[in-house]
């Protein structure tokens, strides 16, 4: 298991997990759950985590990583349920499952 790396928020590793398993890289998020518990623990520690299974993937892992983020944004679609921004290729709202519109 390799770290490769710290999200600022949820949304940015589940993008990042989401571009990773479309390449066949199998990742865990750790501290995904943490966020709630902000206050409570350490802000760092509360920031999710990638972490790769095999240490083989590493590179390959931070190189689509570093794509990812050099991407310009993609379109968005805002959840008429909540108001929260996702990004235009999902299908529900990663904050509260709402079905997103096409
Ligand atoms: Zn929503």
Known sequence: MKRVHIAAT??????AV????SLGIVTHIFNANAAGALGE?????????????????????????AGLHN????????????????PGNFLSCWQCGWA???
């Open 10 to 15: 949820l949304l940015d590793a589940q993008l």
């Open 100 to 102: 997103l519109p096409d």
């Open 71 to 86: 991407a310009p944004p993609r379109d968005e679609k805002k959840c008429p349920h909540c108001g929260e921004h996702n």
């Open 41 to 65: 623990v350490p802000f760092m520690q509360a920031q999710p985590e990638i972490w790769v299974d095999d240490d083989s993937q590493e590179t390959s892992a931070r190189e689509a990583l």
């Open 18 to 21: 989401d571009a990773l398993s």
